[in-house]
């Protein structure tokens, strides 16, 4: 693991991972000398019952002015949040705005005195959030006070939805700051992808790093273990992508250009081993970042990835024996600009049924990576 940044080296780095100092982008130090970071802002959260001035942080450049007070006012009605501005008794600059107009770092707000909600007691919440705390530490790969990097398991979904009470999304409220700030998804793993997932922890991050991966800046390297071996043995996929319903599910399918909810999907695939004929390991570069993208390109290569439940119908294929039946993907490695200068680069260890599949087939872990040199675009 490799990060750079300049406001504290991270946590001891995990097995297989290793650290640089940081150097922050746009100092003026001499060469080797580590600079000082500019102090960055400490909002003071404003008091209920009387009117107060408060400057906006810019951590908080950007949101909306009723989700600025939702985080700044935890116990404040939602309801109370839409009058006291519709009413214009809470001003930006002295001037009345709207609910969801866009707050700029060092504006002035007057907050007018509210009336909180005592918070509902939660009867053992404090040993949960420990709990929860402690998990989170134990598949951290890389923290700073503004990203953290954790190694998701397989099985564990990253957001919440129907039938899936426990998720990474939901986790993450037990790392509030003490300001009542909440760490942040930027990007997405499917539940049985296992590997580097990356997260906010403030909001200055969290628009940031939303940008970087809108510019496709983010670099993001997976392998797999595919059945069959593709040829050529280093190539690029680009076709469309649309979801398909099906009866209480969906996946993606390739689609013409131009069609109805089609995307463009682009994937750099390279070779890196193979057990004979049957079975291959690809190093993948998504450069798009669609809904089950590697999923559904390996598949339409005729090489599907071994224990993938939806897009592997290879007929007449037996698995291996000693191999889980399990997905074998692995976001392995994310590498980003860091938000405040510098860049992250984080690598996730293989979990334990690749483990398995890596040592019944011979494959070295350490071997070289030919996608590394693969166009970013």
Known sequence: MRAHHPRRPPRSPQPGSRSADPQPAGSQGKPGERATPAPQPDPT??????????????????????????????????????????????????????????????????????????????????????????????????????????????????????????????????????????????????????????????????????????????????????????????GRISTFLAKEEMDHDSRMRIAAHGQQGASHAVTYYAVVDTAGQALAWLSLKPVTGRTHQLRAHCAHMDHPIVGDPKYFARENWQLPGGIQNRLHLLARRISVPHPRGGSIDVTAPLPPHMVQSWNLLGLDVKRYDPIEQAPEK
Not at 163 to 182: C, E, F, N, S, V
Not at 203 to 209: E, I
């Open 45 to 234: 959260p404003a008091q209920p019952g009387r009117v107060e001035i408060v400057t906006v942080s810019p951590d908080e450049a950007g949101m909306r002015l009723d989700r600025f007070l939702e985080a700044r006012f935890p116990g404040l009605a939602f309801s109370h949040i839409q009058r006291i501005i519709r009413k214009g008794e809470l001003r930006v600059d002295g001037r009345r705005t709207e609910p969801n107009d866009r707050l700029r770092a060092g504006q002035a707000v007057r907050i007018p005195p509210l009336r909180l909600e005592a918070p509902r007691a939660r009867p053992h919440v404090g040993a949960l959030e420990a709990q929860t705390r402690e998990y989170l530490r134990s598949i951290t790969l890389y923290e700073d006070d503004d990203v953290l990097v954790i190694n998701k398991p397989i099985g564990l979904a990253v957001q919440g939805g129907s039938g899936t009470p426990r998720h990474i999304d939901g986790m993450l409220d037990a790392l509030r700051d003490p300001k009542g700030q909440r760490p942040r998804l930027v990007h997405r793993l499917d539940k049985d992808t296992a590997g580097c997932l990356l997260i906010a922890k403030t909001r200055f991050a969290a628009t940031a790093l939303a940008k970087t991966f809108r510019s496709r800046a983010a670099r993001k390297i997976y392998w797999a273990l595919v059945a069959g071996v593709p040829k050529p043995r280093q």
